[in-house]
């Protein structure tokens, strides 16, 4: 059953606190998550000529994604922990830092080791939001924690929305290394604002770290990470990839055993087996796996050749602008999602998000050809993915103890990632066995587009489904978390005795 230890309430607002620094926390904090999507999208428009200004082959630039990728999947859970642990503030500055200091080192050097190191350092950024989302939790009164968390869960599409047409404006004009002494300064910025208007939260979970659960963990997460994200270049059937697979199957099972008998666990896997914790990260999974094919699909396809019969032959910055929209939606629809979770629970307007994403890609399916009916569809995805990822840590925050909120959210951003990552395998493999040749070389179809548009829509009703399921609750703190509250109360007082 769960370890008893002491928890406290979380506490409101502190009255001594100066009203300016109080009023910047939610600017500061959403800042940085901002930030942290914008460092991972940025990259994308270097990508076609990385090999050449860094004397390198294509398949060592795609570390450069890679890398970020895998770190932010291992990062976000135990930074997530050691928030719990450690100090909330403490451990977003520091991940803050590391972001900024891989961007420093993006813009010194044009060495491919040096960059896939710099980028994994920014793999640290990944856990801004889950941090972010827990400070909010202890430091806001219940009227205005959900528009705050509605906000900050928004940042992710707002960051890349606005990180693509900024990186190519850049990239068009000037050197290359200056995207990343820009990128440098904004992150300075932002470790400098969370520094000063975020105040350091005294809801602690103490204990000791384990180092064990993390290590295991890293190497399952990698293996498994790396089968999907290098499947489609290394070949799906092929021995490494395999093997990848049967190690991630092996070491995950292996840290599950250690994790249901470490006495201080890296993650509580008995408090995710509540159907409260447990299905919406199964729902983060699919909606992950849903929000991400939009990005991907909708940029290679207005970027095709007009010879295809349906591409539009766009730019990189062009295609940045036309998934402008899908960012500005989501910073005005974050505070509607809270309304409606106030008003009807986060579980509908979770099943809500994943049926207007299944929506938007009815909208695609319809006209894929036409640029206003494209901008359209992508906009409503948006428009779902805002009102989906803005009931996700709003459902893990009522059903889990306070002391618990940064962890139980970074877990939760990981399975995002880890449905994002699906998808993006998933989508190149559609796309791959539907091409027809374009001047001599094989170019995806309009079949295949759509075909990936349908595959996307059809797991966001499966996430919606999940979202139906979720039993229901009854405030701000369900029954499970109190009782949870209550016994490990009941039990350190027992211990004191």
């Not at 697979?245 to 099972?253: C, E, Q, T």
């Not at 990936?452 to 797991?459: P, R």
Request: aromatic share 6%; charged share 10%.
């Amino acid at each position: 059953m769960d370890r008893p230890v002491p928890i406290s309430d979380p506490p409101g607002p502190r009255d001594t606190a100066p009203p300016l620094r109080e009023r910047l926390t939610i600017p500061a904090l959403a800042w940085a998550g901002i930030l942290m999507a914008v460092m991972q999208t940025v990259v994308v428009p270097l990508l076609p000529d990385l090999p050449r200004l860094t004397g390198s082959s294509a398949g060592a630039v795609s570390w450069m994604v890679t890398a970020t990728l895998l770190a932010g999947a291992v990062l976000t859970p135990v930074l997530g922990r050691a928030g719990d642990m450690y100090g909330k503030r403490r451990v977003l500055t520091g991940a803050l830092g590391l972001m900024t200091l891989g961007s420093v080192m993006c813009a010194l050097s044009s060495d491919i080791t040096v960059l896939i190191t710099a980028r994994a350092l920014q793999g640290a950024a990944a856990a801004v939001v889950p941090l972010s989302i827990s400070i909010l939790r202890d430091e806001l009164p219940p009227e205005r924690r959900g528009s705050a968390v509605a906000l900050m869960s928004s940042t992710v599409g707002i960051g890349a929305a606005l990180g693509l047409p900024l990186a190519a404006l850049v990239v068009q004009y000037a050197d290359w290394h200056v995207m990343f002494w820009l990128t440098s300064a904004l992150g300075a910025l932002g470790v400098a604002g969370v520094w000063w208007a975020v105040r350091e939260s005294p809801v602690r979970r103490p204990g000791r770290f384990d180092v064990l659960g993390a290590l295991g963990l890293a190497v399952g997460l990698v293996c498994l990470l790396l089968a999907v994200s290098q499947g489609g270049q290394w070949g799906w059937g092929s021995a490494s990839v395999l093997g990848l697979f049967a190690g991630a199957v092996v070491v995950l099972a292996l840290w599950c055993v250690q994790q249901l008998r470490a006495a201080e666990p890296l993650v509580d896997l008995r408090l995710m087996a509540h159907p409260r914790v447990g299905l919406p990260h199964v729902a983060a999974l699919l909606t992950g796996f849903a929000f991400y094919a939009n990005s991907l699909v909708t940029a290679q396809l207005i970027q095709a050749p007009k010879a295809t019969g349906y591409g539009l032959e766009l730019s990189i910055v062009a295609t940045g602008l036309c998934l402008l929209p899908g960012g500005v939606t989501m910073l005005v629809f974050s505070p509607v999602s809270a309304r409606i979770s106030a008003a009807r629970g986060p579980r509908v307007t979770l099943a809500l998000g994943a049926t207007v994403i299944a929506c938007g890609y009815a909208v695609r399916i319809a006209d894929s050809r036409d640029l206003w009916m494209i901008i359209l569809g992508a906009t409503v995805v948006a428009t779902g993915t805002t009102l989906a990822y803005s009931a996700l840590p709003t459902l893990i925050l009522r059903a889990v103890p306070a002391d618990q909120t940064a962890s139980a959210n970074g877990v939760n951003v990981l399975m995002r990632t880890i449905g994002q990552a699906t998808s993006s395998a998933a989508v190149a493999a559609v796309l791959v066995h539907h091409t027809a040749p374009v001047d001599g070389v094989p170019v995806s179809t309009l079949h295949g587009y759509l075909l990936a548009f349908g595959m996307a829509g059809a797991i966001a009703l499966v996430a919606c489904g999940a979202a139906l399921v979720i039993p229901r609750d009854q405030g701000p703190e369900t029954p499970f978390a109190a009782r949870v509250r209550a016994r490990r109360t009941r039990d350190a007082a027992h211990e004191g005795t």
